[in-house]
């Protein structure tokens, strides 16, 4: 692939290099022509799509965004699209039913729980109860449990989609010192795994962490996922450095912004939001749900 469609800001860093914008949508355009062709083959191969089921319980409106985009492009690349909504009110022994039959319908390949789930249901049962052979998010044990192993099946989908991003514009993490902050096991910890995977020397920063800048300051690659808003900028990194950002959040004037303040960045290159690590999470899914189909 190529990196063509990348813009560049004229914004020069100290170096007097204009900042590279790792554009996250562009990849995940590219990426997704290319997962159209492989599902139609798929379809053509085993005269079947590749199913995949989201599951929402409740009214949290921006689940309900998430959910409406994963379900769009879910037809939109040829996959079978499942949509599943129960009220706030179901219980976990239902849900847990629910899952238990999509285990078994063999038209699923993949079950989407979309997080966070009504208060009374305890997430992490209802994650477990998913077959990690049809979790495309790769958050079940199972799956969490062979990526520290070595022997990824699926990782979850953002930091998996970091790798990508990074891999679209040729830059290696293999020798580069690696700062994650964040520490979730959606994101912080498949990151560094992924980056250790990938022959980097990792830091993981958390909010016990003392001297956060210390850390981002010397590193190559700095990945934002602390979830607060325009937390880091211009000053926390060094002029070289690789800042990917993962935060995602909602201003009262209803803009998204990240984690860091992109526009007074003076670094080699950096992930914008929105545009940067949104797009790929949603790819990935795509992605490990054709994975998880061709398993079968
Ligand atoms: P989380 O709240 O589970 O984890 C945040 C992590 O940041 C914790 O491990 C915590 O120790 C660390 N942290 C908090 N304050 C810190 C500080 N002052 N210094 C250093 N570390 C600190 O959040 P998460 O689920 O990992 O998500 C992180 C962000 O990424 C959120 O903004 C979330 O909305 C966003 N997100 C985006 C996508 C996407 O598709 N782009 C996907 C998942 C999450």
Aim: aromatic share 2%; with cysteine; proline share 6%.
């Amino acid at each position: 692939m190529t990196n063509q469609s990348s813009k560049r800001y004229k914004r020069p860093n100290k170096a007097g290099a204009p900042v590279l914008r790792l554009d996250g949508k562009a990849v995940a355009d590219a990426r997704r022509k290319v997962l159209q062709d492989k599902i139609a083959q798929f379809t053509q191969t085993r005269q079947r799509k590749p199913g995949l089921a989201v599951v929402i319980v409740g009214q949290d409106p921006a689940s309900q965004v998430y959910v409406k985009s994963k379900v769009k492009t879910t037809t939109e690349v040829g996959m079978l699209s499942k949509h599943i909504e129960l009220p706030e009110t179901t219980s976990q022994a239902d849900l847990q039913k629910l899952i238990q039959q999509l285990n078994e319908d063999k038209t699923i390949d993949g079950i989407l729980v979309q997080l966070p789930l009504p208060k009374h249901i305890d997430t992490t049962t209802i994650v477990e109860t998913i077959k990690p052979e049809k979790d495309p998010d790769g958050l079940t044990t199972g799956n969490l449990g062979l990526l520290m192993a070595g022997r990824k099946r699926v990782a979850p989908c953002t930091p998996q989609g970091v790798m990508k991003i990074l891999e679209h514009y040729n830059l290696d993490p293999k020798g580069k010192n690696v700062v994650v902050v964040g520490r979730s096991n959606i994101v912080g910890k498949p990151m560094a795994q992924l980056m250790l995977d990938a022959d980097a020397t990792v830091t993981i920063a958390h909010s016990q962490t003392k001297n956060l800048k210390q850390h981002t300051k010397q590193a190559d690659i700095v990945v934002v996922a602390a979830g607060k808003p325009q937390f880091l900028g211009a000053d926390d990194f060094n002029e070289n450095a690789i800042v990917i950002d993962v935060g995602i959040h909602r201003t009262q004037d209803n803009k998204v912004t990240g984690d860091v303040r992109f526009k007074e960045l003076n670094v080699r290159a950096a992930t914008p939001v929105p545009g940067g690590v949104g797009p790929m999470t949603i790819q990935m899914l795509m992605e490990n749900t054709l994975a998880l189909a061709e398993l079968t």
